[in-house]
C-alpha cells in the first residue's frame, strides 16, 4: 500500500470562503429544525466500518448524536436519519440548494488546492494494459471541475454520472456523460467517489454496490474526512468539515481499510494529504483545549516547522481528510 | 501446472528465490547445485556439480552463482533444454552475455530472464506509468546516483576479485541504474565517462561517472559508487512539463531510504511566488515485491508461452553495451586495464 504526501500551501479561506460557508451553516440549522423536529430515526447497532457492536459516545452536534467505535475509533452518528428522512432533506434541503447553486463551489482557490491534485491523481493512478473499452463512473457526481476534467481524458469509452446533484446536468451533457440511476453489474473500470462516503446511510452496501460493478482489476477513487486526523481529534463537534445530517460517518485510517478489505478490495493507496490542520488548530486556538506542546508549536514556531509538522501528519496518515485507492480482487 | 525447478547457486539470493517460488505456489524446488550447501531436504536432488543437476528431470533453473560462472551456467541450462531465470549480471562483460544471445537464439522455445528487480520496484513502476502517458511531455534529462559503502569484508569478497566478478561496483549495482536509465530512455549512443579506484584497495572500480546521450537528445547524469558511505539510491527525471525523482529504494536494508516517488509541474510564469520551488507531490510505498513479479512473469512465461519482456536477452545486452561503453570511454582506465593484463 503506497501513501501520497502533497506538498502545497493555502490557508482554510481559499477553499472556504467564510461568507458563503457562514450561510450554508445558516440554512443548515433551518432545515434542521424544519425537517428533523421530530423523530429520532434508527439506531445503529454496529460500526459502519468494522461491524464492531460496542461504542462510545463522542460528541452532540445540532442535536445529532455520534459515537465512537471502541474497535476501530471510526465515528459515527446513531441514531441517524432514516433514509426516507434523508429523501426529504436532500429534495427541499434550502442549504444544498444555496450549496449546489453557488459558483463559489468553482473559484479559482478550490480548482487549484481541491480539485486540480485530485484530477492529477485519478490520471496517474488509471493504468489499463490493453485497448478495450473502458468506462468510467462518478457516484453521485456534484463537481463541475472533475466533470469538465474527466471529459478531457482519452481513456475512456463510456463515461456515466450516476445520480448527480441537478445543477450538474448541463455540464455532464455538455462533456458526453451519460446520466444514470442504476449500475449495471462487473461493468465499470474505474469508478470515483468523492465527498460522498462520510454521507451513507449504509456505506457497507454502498461498498459492495461498487464492488459489484466494478469489472475485475477495477478500479474505485475516493475521498472523504477521517477520524484519524489531527484537526477533526481536538475540533470534534466543533469541526465545521462536520454537518450534520450530511455527514453520518468518519471513518479511521482502520476502520476504512477494514470495510474495503472484508468487502475484497485490495487498497493501492491511503493517503491523507491534507494541507490544513494546523492552520485549522490555529484559526480556532481559543476556542479549543489543546495540550500545551501543540498549542506552543502553533503559536511560537516559526512556518518551517509547522510545515515539517503537516508533512509528518501525511506521511502518518494523520491528517483529517483522506484518499483511497483500491482495486477489485 | 507447477513447475519443476532447479537452482544453481544456493547463497542468499539462491535461497530466497526458492522461498519465492515455494510462496506463490509456482512449482516445486528439485535439485540445488552448491558447492557449500548441506543436504536438509531429503526430497531435494543435490549436487556440487550443475552439470548433475541439468541431468534431472526439471523444466526450469534458477542461477544465482558468482559471476564466473554465470554465463557459462546459462549456456548449458540452455543447452539442455531448461528455461533459465538468471541473477544480474548476465556476465562478466560483454562477450560473455553475446555468447548467451546466440545460444538463446538457438532455443526459440525457451524463456530466458534476468533479474533486473529494479523495473519490478514500485516507484519505478509507477514512474514509468507517468512517464508513459505523456502527462509529463517531453523527456529532457536525468541524473542518477546510485551508491554504497562497502563493506569491512569488502576487499575479501568474490565481488571484488577480478576474474571471478568481472567488474566492480558498475557492474554490481550501477548495472541497475543504467538498466532503469534505458527504461527511460530508449538507450543511448554518446558516452563520456571516468571509471577509478579511489579508495578501496581492489583491482576493480569503486567510483563510475559518466554522461549519456542519444540521438534524440537526450541526456543523462550517472554516477555509481561503493564509496557512498551514506547508501544512496535517486534517479531525477526532468521532462518538458515536469519532473519526477525517484528517492529511496525499498530494500532488505532499509538503508536506502523509505522508497518514494517525488512528482512536480512546472510553474508558468503567472505564478511567480512559486517559481522554483512549485508544489509537489511524494508517494511513499512500503513494500517491495519486485521478486516476486519477477519470478512471476518467469512462470507465466513459461507456463502460458508469453516473450519475455522484463530482462529479456536484449535488455542484458543493451545493458552491457553500455557498461562496455562506460569501461572503454576512459582511456586512462583502459590503459590500466590492458597493463593489468599483462
Ligand atoms: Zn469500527
Redesign the interface.
Known amino acids: 500500500?503506497?501513501?501520497?504526501?502533497?506538498?502545497?500551501?493555502f490557508r482554510e479561506a481559499e477553499i472556504r470562503p467564510s461568507k458563503e460557508f457562514s450561510e450554508y451553516y445558516r440554512l443548515i440549522q433551518e432545515d434542521i429544525s424544519e425537517i428533523f423536529h421530530s423523530e429520532a430515526g434508527n439506531y445503529i447497532e454496529e460500526c459502519p466500518a468494522c461491524k464492531c457492536k460496542s461504542a462510545r459516545f463522542y460528541f452532540n452536534k445540532n442535536n445529532f448524536t455520534y459515537l465512537e467505535c471502541s474497535d476501530c475509533s471510526t465515528v459515527y452518528m446513531s441514531p441517524r436519519p432514516t433514509i426516507g428522512m434523508l429523501h426529504e432533506f436532500y429534495s427541499r434541503s434550502k442549504a444544498m440548494e444555496y450549496w449546489n447553486s453557488k459558483t463559489f463551489q468553482d473559484t479559482s482557490g478550490r480548482k487549484k488546492h481541491v480539485f486540480a491534485?485530485r484530477i492529477?491523481w485519478i490520471?496517474?493512478s488509471i493504468?489499463f494494459d490493453e485497448k478495450s473499452s473502458k468506462n468510467y463512473c462518478d457516484f453521485y457526481s456534484k463537481y463541475n471541475p472533475i466533470i469538465e476534467a474527466i471529459s478531457e481524458f482519452n481513456e475512456f469509452t463510456n463515461k456515466d454520472s450516476y445520480k448527480p446533484i441537478p445543477e450538474l446536468i448541463p455540464t455532464l451533457s455538455k462533456s458526453g456523460f451519460r446520466i444514470s440511476d442504476n449500475l449495471k453489474a462487473s461493468y465499470y473500470s474505474v469508478i470515483t467517489a468523492f465527498e460522498v462516503y462520510d454521507r451513507f446511510y449504509d456505506p457497507n452496501s454502498v461498498t459492495k454496490l461498487l464492488y459489484d460493478s466494478l469489472e475485475e482489476n477495477g478500479l474505485l477513487m475516493i475521498s472523504s474526512m477521517s477520524s484519524s486526523g489531527l484537526d477533526f481529534q481536538f475540533m470534534k463537534s466543533k469541526s465545521s468539515n462536520i454537518i450534520p445530517p450530511l455527514h453520518m460517518n468518519i471513518f479511521s485510517i482502520e476502520g476504512i481499510v477494514k470495510m474495503f478489505e472484508n468487502v475484497g478490495f485490495e487498497i493501492l493507496?491511503l493517503s491523507t494529504?491534507g494541507s490544513l490542520d494546523l492552520k485549522i488548530l490555529e484559526n480556532h486556538i481559543n476556542d479549543i483545549e489543546l495540550p500545551r506542546f501543540l498549542r506552543d508549536i502553533i503559536l511560537n514556531r516559526d512556518e518551517q516547522i509547522k510545515e515539517n509538522f503537516q508533512e509528518f501528519l501525511q506521511?502518518g496518515r494523520l491528517s483529517s481528510h483522506l484518499r483511497l485507492l483500491a482495486r477489485k480482487k | 501446472m507447477a513447475l519443476r525447478f532447479g537452482i544453481i547457486g544456493f547463497g542468499k539470493i539462491g535461497q530466497l528465490r526458492k522461498k519465492i517460488i515455494e510462496e506463490l505456489e509456482l512449482g516445486k524446488v528439485l535439485a540445488i547445485s552448491d558447492p557449500n550447501y548441506k543436504q536438509t531436504h531429503k526430497d531435494i536432488f543435490l549436487t556440487n556439480n550443475y552439470h548433475e543437476l541439468l541431468k534431472q528431470d526439471i523444466d526450469a533453473v534458477i542461477i544465482a552463482t558468482p559471476n564466473n560462472i554465470t554465463a557459462t551456467a546459462v549456456i548449458d541450462a540452455l543447452n539442455s533444454g531448461k528455461h533459465v531465470f538468471s541473477e544480474k549480471p548476465p556476465g562478466r562483460n560483454l562477450e560473455e552475455v553475446i555468447e548467451i544471445k546466440k545460444c538463446s537464439a538457438k532455443h526459440p522455445n525457451l524463456k530466458l530472464k534476468f533479474g533486473f528487480n529494479h523495473r519490478a520496484h514500485?516507484s519505478v513502476m509507477?514512474a514509468k506509468?507517468?512517464a508513459s502517458?505523456n502527462?509529463m511531455g517531453k523527456l529532457m534529462w536525468a541524473r542518477a546516483a546510485y551508491g554504497k559503502a562497502g563493506s569491512l569484508d569488502f576487499k575479501e569478497q568474490w565481488r571484488s576479485t577480478k576474474n571471478i566478478a568481472g567488474g566492480g561496483i558498475l557492474l554490481d549495482q550501477g548495472i541497475h541504474m543504467l538498466d532503469l536509465l534505458i527504461l527511460f530512455f530508449g538507450g543511448f549512443s554518446e558516452v563520456k565517462s571516468f571509471v577509478d579506484t579511489t579508495y578501496w584497495d581492489i583491482p576493480l572500480e569503486d567510483n563510475a561517472f559518466a554522461i549519456l546521450k542519444n540521438s534524440s537528445d537526450q541526456y543523462a547524469v550517472f554516477h555509481s559508487s561503493s564509496t557512498q558511505w551514506k547508501h544512496i539510491f535517486r534517479l531525477e527525471l526532468f521532462f518538458s512539463e515536469g519532473y519526477m525523482i525517484l528517492n529511496g529504494l525499498d530494500t532488505g536494508s532499509k538503508s536506502y531510504g523509505r522508497e518514494s516517488l517525488i512528482?512536480g509541474?512546472r510553474q508558468f510564469e503567472d505564478e511567480v511566488e512559486l517559481l522554483g520551488n512549485p508544489?509537489?507531490?511524494?508517494?511513499?510505498?512500503?513494500?517491495d515485491r519486485s521478486w516476486y513479479f519477477e519470478m512471476n512473469d518467469f512462470s507465466n512465461a513459461i507456463i502460458n508461452d508469453k516473450p519475455i519482456i522484463k530482462g529479456s536477452v536484449d535488455s542484458a545486452v543493451d545493458v552491457m553495451q553500455l557498461i562496455d561503453k562506460i569501461y572503454s570511454s576512459d582511456n586512462s582506465w583502459v590503459k590500466r586495464e590492458n597493463e593489468g593484463e599483462k
Open positions: 500500500m503506497k501513501t501520497r504526501i502533497v506538498r502545497d500551501d491534485p492529477r490520471g496517474e493504468e493507496e494529504p506521511r | 514500485y509507477e506509468r507517468i502517458s502527462r512528482i509541474k508544489s509537489e507531490e511524494q508517494i511513499f510505498f512500503d513494500d
